[in-house]
């Protein structure tokens, strides 16, 4: 058996690079051999001892690409490292990460959207090399999304919301492989009818989404629930905001219940690939769609260059 | 590049097993193709895609083996079929699995004690198709800390005790592959100069280690925490009950607070593989270590047979 890639089916457009030396402080998987290397991503990569897949023990980043250009990459690459610190792993090594990313953008054919996801893992058990690869790939059609919204649900996401200064070695804040409970509670959403989830503190504030950011318009503000509440750093918001200022708006941080984010007068979830997603009904009720800053945000989202 | 499997130094006795399918409830691998086959341990068996590497989207079990013989192997299955449905993977099939495990353990060089894992993922994103495999290696030398013991520190959790009944989607008490936090608690730990944890709500009860079940004596009884608390249901306390039974001790589930806990007359993290490790320290405070009571669980743990 030649172990357990995808065997048949359609391949979809997709480029996988596996860096040779993802930290400048761990060895190279194979000394004197170049930075990086293409793989075939239909054939097997990891080691069933991969610390990625036994323990869920690494980090990722998703980096949007517009016609070829990833957007935020330095920002993404600032996280990338911040989460290899929470987790004491080796620190990734920027430029080796940066050219294995462009890399994987150059090998695919072109398209109007992609998207590379970055992977950095504690490598096999005892062997004190992390495992790092690159996984470039078309991104799916959002624009429905974009324009008619979305159905989200709050949940409790079982942590008070300054768990990540009580308690650091939570991983609170850190973009770990250990998603198991990101993707159950889309499953739980979709159960109850929607179609995602805002994250609520034990004690009752609004924190993120599975896989983005709460962003939400008050007036001719733009707010955002704020850092240091065990939630990313939003790379996306962060864009957001910059174009929000650029247009007039005030931009700010907030840390609010439910029931207020339910006052305001647009929500958004958003995030690399699926960039700005209007929140059209949260817990069952319905909320305006402020459909013309959506256009605007998601326009100069896509026209990002850096 | 071939992969990143393990590519130089000792190869341990160790034994891989993939199955080609892991749940009647989802197609085989490869059609007509044995239900499972040996795979060498030192060449890649996963895809970058695969969803326990990507997103800890899966389950495990590990089992104890002592001169070949699968310690509490019914317990397991139950636990791991108990997990997989918490997140709603393809259930697993008890026989196909069972036959794997011996099978994995047939291969290995016969030990004393050794140990297999089992993994369950979701499989490639979008194939339908979950990813098994067991794992077989001979187990370290643990004999110093199950007399010796081990220096344990308490750790918030983060989550309240009542938060499996509140909040399933946060899938505690399901043995994922999401163990990002049960690693860097360790770490953490560590930085304490103590060895272990024991992880306590954030309501202040005493719930369980990141890889092992509390279990105490007060008098002539033996206590664990219990059930129902997002903790796992411990096969090795289960064993040691029905042996302290036997020995005339009684046991039973009591609620408690890290303060209650060390008052207690002896404290053991109990698991699967290092078995009964008595705690000699908690938080920096001396415990007594009821040396009688571990040799009689060690050796009967050790003598097992199922």
Not at 149 to 169: A, F, K, M, N
Not at 234 to 239: K, M, V
Request: net charge negative.
């Amino acid at each position: 058996m030649q172990g357990l890639a995808r065997q048949n089916g359609p391949v979809p457009t997709t480029a996988l690079i596996v860096l040779n030396q993802p930290s400048a402080d761990a060895p190279p998987h194979s000394p004197g051999a170049p930075a990086f290397a293409g793989h075939d991503p239909a054939s097997p990569l990891l080691s069933a001892l991969d610390l990625g897949a036994t323990r869920g023990d690494g980090i990722f980043e998703t980096i949007s690409v517009g016609n070829g250009r990833p957007q935020a990459l330095e920002h993404h690459l600032r996280r990338f490292a911040s989460s290899a610190a929470a987790l004491e792993l080796p620190a990734p090594d920027a430029d080796a990460w940066r050219s294995a990313i462009l890399a994987a953008i150059d090998s695919l054919d072109p398209a109007e959207e992609s998207s590379v996801k970055t992977v950095l893992t504690r490598g096999i058990e005892g062997d004190g090399r992390p495992t790092g690869w690159v996984f470039a790939t078309h991104s799916p059609d959002f624009s429905h999304v974009r324009t008619e919204g979305i159905r989200v649900v709050t949940l409790d996401r079982g942590y008070r919301h300054d768990v990540e200064q009580t308690s650091p070695w939570l991983l609170a804040g850190a973009k770990t492989l250990s998603y198991a409970v990101n993707r159950s509670v889309v499953r739980e959403a979709n159960r109850r009818g929607a179609d995602e989830v805002i994250f609520v503190s034990s004690d009752g504030f609004v924190l993120e989404g599975p896989s983005s950011s709460v962003v939400f318009r008050v007036g001719d503000r733009l707010v955002t629930p704020g850092t240091g509440l065990g939630i990313l750093d939003g790379t996306t918001q962060a864009s957001i905001f910059r174009y929000a200022e650029g247009i007039g708006l005030e931009t700010g941080f907030q840390l609010l219940t439910p029931d207020e984010l339910r006052l305001a007068d647009a929500v958004w979830l958003v995030s690399s690939v699926r960039l700005a997603a209007p929140v059209r009904e949260l817990d069952g009720e319905p909320l305006a769609i402020d459909h013309d800053l959506t256009a605007g945000i998601n326009r100069h989202l896509r026209a990002l260059t850096e």
